[in-house]
């Protein structure tokens, strides 16, 4: 039977972060957590071959105890199993100490129960590092194939897979021995209606907590900030630029307003060096 | 001891991408900011090229005219194609073989493939898409480390990462974020060529097809006029006003990721922190607010002109000049102003 996993991150919906006007930091509070969109995909992907080859789907995710909400959504979306790896040892984990405890977890699950294909967002909103999945990738010395938007083929039996990425030149069609990992684009997949039985799963389903000693025991000297080879160093808020000169349409008129805006662009050295080249 | 300064100079079939002759210009600037530092040890720094490919000795000279001082260059048939294993197993040979203090590599689609696998093989310290590089003091160290500064959650908090304990010390940065310094045919570097056999066990994933995209290259990243629309346009056919002024104007469409998200025009064309990172000449921001994940990726533009009906968006923080007005009012104004003017002098 063929085995695909999926590792998703919840993350602070970006899109909805506000900074405190006062203090110029980020408000935190009030923002809502989401499944990762790319995440999202990458599940939404791995349940449609799931169900094509009647397979089995494990999420897993490392992050706070509230993550689990993230796994139950991946479980509404088709998953049959979630495991959430959860533990204080693992605060400040950068890219490198948090691929090591992804990584492990995957040998562990993959040892007990062989994986075909594993699957990561391309990237985290809240981070958007895209190294995780490259990171494990490295860690479990399987190949990688990175932006990937379809997949076109996964041949258990044969052992191998066709899997499209998309570069800045065009689209490349892999074709990769399993196990392998991919990392996924938003086009991989559309994210499903839920079906009422895996509905009706989610709101029953506890996801496995695994901690940094049950039922793996981690290097603690390879996690949380100890393992993480950057630190912040500092961090703030983007510099506060001074509002620029406007003109309001409804008190100018509208041919007035465009006389004025043409006359101070081509005041200016840059524009006026390129309305030398097109006019 | 010398103290290396390495960009991995980014080709595909023979052509130098224009974000490794940008980092070049980074990394000899780094090499000035330790000038204090080299004095003091009498040691010297180096900016050196990293290359690999097939048959790419003129990309190698390119390099050298943007700035390298030396290029390790790996070049077999084996790296026609770009493919992650072998590229990352021949970098991190190099890497251990020269040891670098500080390794940049570009945030483009092939660099980020490489630059996280080859970081976790190096077990080193990797800042994705950084804004600004510095070599500078840190807390409770001696001597200078690679200050490397980047946007994170959206663009709403910019943080300085630094990584002390492991070299390289590596960041990749996004195309456009620093100018390129100008090609100087006459400047002097050497090409050393290294070896690096790629064994059948780094082949499992290959190129087995590649489809060139039919459309024509959008380079958003490296146009000299953009005009942008947003969640403002209201519709998705509000791009057609959009492009009508992009081309009066010699430029090309962009947008905010509220219209892409939207699905009113193709990720290709987005702006910002999750998007492309511009700097043309002229920017044109209509009906975009100005979320700071937009505002992080067009910052550096000449000029911006922002059209907007809200006079509070934040886009106006970093206009050139705003327009508080309806974008269907002022764009066919300025279309009609526009060809009047083309029309007197001709």
């Not at chain 1, 809502?32 to 999202?40: E, G, S």
Request: proline share 5%; with cysteine.
């Amino acid at each position: 039977m063929i085995h695909l996993l999926v590792s998703v991150k919840q993350v602070p919906d970006t899109t909805n972060i506000r900074i405190d006007p006062e203090t110029g930091s980020m408000i935190r509070k009030g923002v809502p957590a989401i499944l990762n969109p790319y995440d999202a995909h990458a599940v939404a992907a791995a349940a449609e071959w799931k169900r094509k080859l009647n397979g089995k789907l494990t999420v897993i995710t490392m992050g706070p105890p509230a993550a689990e909400i993230a796994l139950k959504e991946c479980i509404e979306m088709g998953a049959d199993r979630g495991v959430l790896i959860s533990d204080r040892k693992f605060a400040g984990s950068d890219t490198l100490a948090t691929s090591y405890v992804l990584a492990e977890a995957i040998r562990k699950i993959h040892e007990e129960d062989p994986l075909d294909l594993i699957f990561f967002g391309k990237q985290a909103i809240d981070g958007d590092t895209a190294q995780v999945g490259p990171g494990a990738a490295i860690r479990l010395g399987l190949p990688l194939i990175t932006y990937a938007v379809e997949i076109r083929e996964i041949n258990q039996t044969e052992g191998y897979a066709l899997i499209v990425r998309k570069t800045e030149r065009g689209r490349e069609i892999i074709k990769t021995t399993l196990p392998a990992v991919l990392t996924a684009e938003k086009a991989i997949a559309e994210i499903p209606y839920a079906s009422l039985p895996d509905l009706i799963n989610s709101l029953r389903y506890e996801p496995e907590n695994w901690s940094a000693e049950e039922p793996l025991a981690y290097d603690v000297d390879k996690v949380g900030l100890k393992g993480s080879p950057t630190w912040v160093a500092k961090s703030g808020s983007p510099e506060a630029h001074e509002p620029a000169e406007t003109i309001i349409v409804a008190k100018e008129g509208l041919s007035t307003t465009v006389e004025k805006v043409l006359d101070n662009m081509l005041a200016n050295n840059s524009v006026a060096s390129i309305w030398e080249e097109i006019k | 001891m010398t103290r290396r300064f390495w960009v991995f100079i980014e080709q595909e079939v023979g052509t130098m991408h224009p974000v490794a002759g940008e980092l070049l210009g980074v990394a000899q600037r780094l090499v000035t900011e330790i000038s204090d530092e080299l004095e003091a040890s009498g040691e010297e720094a180096i900016v050196e090229g990293i290359l690999i490919g097939c048959e790419v000795e003129d990309v190698a000279r390119n390099a050298i005219e943007h700035g390298a001082e030396r290029v390790y260059m790996v070049d077999d048939t084996a790296f026609e194609h770009y493919l992650n294993r072998p590229y990352t197993e021949a970098i991190t040979n190099l890497v251990r073989k020269h040891k670098p203090e500080v390794f940049l590599i570009g945030a483009t689609t092939l660099g980020r493939d490489l630059a996280g696998a080859v970081a976790t093989s190096l077990k080193t310290g990797l800042t994705a898409d950084c804004t600004k590089l510095e070599m500078g003091p840190i807390r409770k160290a001696q001597g200078k480390y690679l200050l490397a500064t980047r946007p994170a959650f959206g663009g709403n908090v910019i943080a300085t990462i630094v990584c002390k304990d492991f070299k390289p010390q590596m960041a990749t940065v996004r195309p456009r974020v620093f100018e390129s310094p100008k090609r100087d045919p006459k400047a002097k570097g050497e090409i050393v060529r290294e070896d690096f056999k790629v064994t059948p066990d780094m082949l499992a994933a290959k190129l087995v097809e590649f489809i060139q995209e039919e459309q024509t290259q959008l380079n958003l990243e490296y146009a000299d006029v953009i005009v942008s629309g947003g969640k403002g346009l209201g519709k998705a056919d509000g791009f057609n006003l959009i492009k009508e002024l992009a081309d009066e104007l010699g430029g090309v469409v962009g947008s905010s990721r509220a219209a892409v998200d939207g699905g009113w025009i193709e990720y290709e064309h987005q702006v910002g922190q999750t998007g492309k990172h511009v700097r043309p000449k002229l920017y044109i921001a209509a009906g975009i607010s100005g979320a700071i994940q937009h505002k992080v990726g067009m910052q550096d533009s000449d000029y911006i002109l922002a059209i907007n009906t809200d006079p509070n968006a934040p886009i106006f923080e970093i206009a050139t000049l705003g327009v508080v007005g309806d974008l269907y009012e002022v764009i066919p104004e300025m279309l009609k102003q526009l060809r009047a003017k083309k029309g007197a002098q001709a």
